[in-house]
């Protein structure tokens, strides 16, 4: 009986030995598969790149030749002298005799620029008047008229995981050596002996753990520190040093000393820039010393080694006391293992520090990266580590957003009584902005919210807002496709019936009314439009058929459910925001939609192209109608709801509407250039009513914002349709309708041609 329990508890053990070794055996093979899949695709902590789109230079567009030089330092072009050949990444700048030795152009020519871009090997040739003004551009070889040139996308954030950061790769040679010295004498000075551990360094460590508490030193080499950093967690358990010790071990095995390093110093975390973490050699020379990691001199390479060890604590700006007695260790050190002479010692030493940081943004561009990270999961990409994601975004025009969105808010929380008090009671009123090109879809800015850290959620795409006035431009141009009751076709001078209005339906009452509460008896189409008013909208509505009005949301791009209830001609239902651009990008376009789009291309950590994005043009529509009605929108800005735009400084020709729910809960305004379209929302997430209308709490964000985003583009007019007759009212034309004499005004409309 003994003995067979004796050999029953011997199995057991045997068993559990077995079990053990099954289990390291897969944790080894498990861990040596991923060293060698990650050293394959050298994705070691690799943050997810964002680019904005490729620089366009259009013809007609502001752009100086300080401008054209800002755009190729940051992209590190060298200059060369104009006339001289250019290889890929020169550029050169002539003056007008020299320009025209190359190409003939007309009088007033001040300046031309030559370059060949980096990013599509094209050479390019940009000519400038004296208002520095793009009169001309030719491209290719020879070279041959074009509509615009192309300059190189910007790299505007870096994420890991969900945090922004600050990283860029190094190879190990253009790293200085005094930085190699400096961080091996003080981290790990064995570290071209040890295979991955030091055991000297261990035994040293657990000597300083038994003497003052577990913890209290790691001894681990730069292997394994790159391993934590990696493969593990921080925590400080016996556990995860065993762990540690095993990784660094296979890892050792499969990665050069080399090539250890070289990643180490491109992904050791080195401080903190705002949201921003600090990560390599390369980002933390720009970050504490504003220069390239090539120009580092000893002092720099020994406090950027001193930093890696503790980077709040040794912070040379913040803590310098500190900072530089851990640098003149490092330096100790360094002259201890014979890496600098006494000389260089005594000369690095007494070196000053770094007294100011770079600043950067307090976030890369957050809601349009997360509308970016968005449309990638919809696609499929659920790892993005390593990606390089090209984005439709102009890096300027997204600022100017951001800048325009916060300045309104600022403003209306001083100075509207209702967002005041709102503020007081701990609610935030919250704002939209989302802007287009409309001539390529592309979404070129787009806000999401007043703070993406206290508020990551992203309304641009994902909340659906009573949309008010927004909707009536789509039931004018429905109505432009249609007869009235007398079989008549609707022009912007057919009349409306501004009267007391009472519609039935399902058993239930409408009865709409005008935001002031008055009528007027008949108004002519175009001027109820530009007025914003409801009851002549409802009537319109009702006449030329809710369906035919929903049939024509559809085609200009809504995709969320409409019913066709009477109340839907004043907008009483939700879209998101983004939904209501691509309405207006169409209208802009006099009828071809281009489904707006985030992204150009996804490429991976083998520079291939995994996904890219096209957004072929399709006619919704004929394009007098919508000249018809772009003209009409015109009105709105000029003597209609969004005539303060001009007092605000938007000067350029715009169409727009303006919209505002019942309730004022919401508030919107969406117009559009022929180069820019930008709508804005305000609200409160719970629904407050904020008292603003779409005229002051959403117009003046879009008229800081496209003022701005406008200034480079030439001021003309909408390419309308041929064959339309222009209209000119005069005061005394207004007359004969029911409309008060202060809004009696010149007047431009388009009118088709009778059959």
């Not at 060293?35 to 964002?50: C, G, H, S, V």
Request: proline share 5%.
């Amino acid at each position: 009986m003994s003995s067979t329990m004796t050999w029953s508890r011997r199995k057991t053990f045997l068993y559990g030995i077995l079990t053990l070794f099954i289990i390291g055996l897969a944790i080894v093979i498990y861990t040596d598969q991923s060293i060698r899949k990650q050293i394959e695709e050298k994705r070691f902590l690799a943050p997810a790149q964002y680019y904005s789109s490729p620089k366009k230079f259009f013809l007609g567009q502001i752009f100086s030749v300080n401008d054209f030089k800002a755009h190729f330092e940051a992209n590190h072009y060298r200059q060369r002298p104009f006339g001289s050949h250019l290889s890929q990444g020169d550029y050169a700048i002539g003056n007008s005799s020299e320009c025209n030795q190359v190409i003939e152009l007309q009088e007033g020519l001040q300046n031309c620029v030559s370059y060949h871009a980096i990013a599509n090997d094209q050479l390019y040739l940009v000519a400038l008047n004296e208002w520095d003004q793009i009169s001309a551009v030719f491209n290719g070889e020879p070279l041959r008229s074009s509509l615009f040139a192309q300059g190189e996308p910007q790299l505007f954030a870096q994420y890991l995981g969900k945090e922004p950061t600050l990283q860029y790769s190094a190879e190990l040679g253009e790293i200085p050596r005094y930085c190699l010295d400096a961080v091996l004498a003080i981290e790990d000075p064995q570290f071209l002996e040890h295979r991955g551990i030091s055991v000297r360094g261990l035994l040293r460590a657990v000597a300083a753990n038994l003497l003052h508490g577990w913890g209290s030193q790691g001894g681990s080499t730069i292997t394994q520190q790159l391993v934590k950093n990696y493969f593990l967690t921080p925590e400080k358990k016996i556990s995860r040093k065993i762990k540690e010790i095993l990784i660094s071990l296979i890892f050792e095995l499969r990665v050069s000393k080399d090539d250890i390093l070289q990643t180490y110093l491109n992904i050791i975390y080195l401080g903190q820039s705002g949201v921003f973490e600090v990560r390599g050699y390369k980002a933390a020379a720009e970050h504490y010393f504003q220069k390239p990691l090539e120009d580092l001199n000893l002092a720099d390479c020994a406090l950027l080694a001193a930093i890696v060890n503790s980077p709040g604590r040794y912070n040379p700006v913040r803590h310098p006391e500190r900072a530089k007695q851990r640098r003149e260790r490092v330096l100790e050190k360094m002259k201890e293992h014979q890496m600098v002479s006494e000389s260089e010692f005594e000369g690095a030493n007494q070196s000053p520090l770094p007294k100011h940081l770079k600043r950067h943004l307090s976030a890369s561009a957050p809601y349009f990266v997360d509308a970016v990270n968005k449309t990638l999961v919809e696609k499929g990409f659920e790892d993005l580590a390593g990606l390089k994601v090209y984005t439709s975004m102009d890096p300027q025009a997204q600022i100017w957003a951001e800048n325009a969105v916060q300045a309104g808010i600022d403003n209306f929380e001083r100075g509207y009584p209702a967002v005041k008090k709102l503020k007081e009671e701990n609610k935030l009123l919250q704002a939209v902005l989302i802007s287009s090109n409309p001539l390529t879809g592309e979404i070129t800015a787009l806000v999401g919210g007043r703070d993406f850290r206290s508020s990551p959620y992203n309304r641009a795409i994902e909340a659906h807002r009573q949309v008010g006035s927004i909707m009536k431009p789509i039931v004018y141009l429905t109505a432009l496709g249609s007869l009235t009751e007398t079989g008549e076709p609707y022009t912007p001078l057919t009349l409306l019936n501004n009267s007391p209005f009472r519609y039935e339906y399902e058993g239930q009452v409408w009865e709409p009314k005008n935001y002031d509460g008055t009528f007027s008896g008949p108004v002519p189409l175009f001027y109820a439009l530009k007025e914003s008013l409801n009851v002549p909208t409802a009537r319109l509505a009702t006449q030329v058929g809710l369906e035919k009005v929903i049939e024509t949301a559809r085609h200009l791009g809504v995709q969320s459910k409409l019913k066709a209830f009477p109340s839907l001609a004043l907008g009483a239902f939700e879209l998101k925001p983004i939904e209501v651009l691509q309405v207006y990008n169409t209208i802009s376009q006099l009828g071809v939609r281009r489904p707006l789009k985030l992204i150009h291309s996804v490429v991976n950590y083998k520079d291939e192209v995994v996904y890219s994005e096209a957004n072929l043009p399709e006619w919704t529509g004929d394009p007098e109608q919508f000249s018809v009605l772009v003209a009409m929108m015109k009105q709105t800005l000029i003597s209609g709801t969004g005539q303060w735009a001009a007092k605000l400084g938007m000067t350029h020709v715009a169409a727009g509407k303006t919209g505002t729910t019942s309730d004022t809960k919401d508030a919107w305004f969406a117009g559009f250039t022929p180069f820019h379209v930008a709508v804005v929302w305000t609200g409160y997430d719970d629904g407050s009513s904020h008292k603003l209308t779409g005229a002051s709490g959403a117009l003046p964000i879009w008229a800081d914002y496209m003022k701005r985003v406008s200034k480079a583009s030439t001021n003309r007019d909408f390419p309308f349709a041929e064959d339309l007759e222009k209209k000119i009212l005069q005061p005394e034309d207004f007359s004969q309708w029911g409309v008060p004499p202060e809004k009696a005004i010149r007047t431009e409309l388009l009118m088709r041609e009778p059959n």
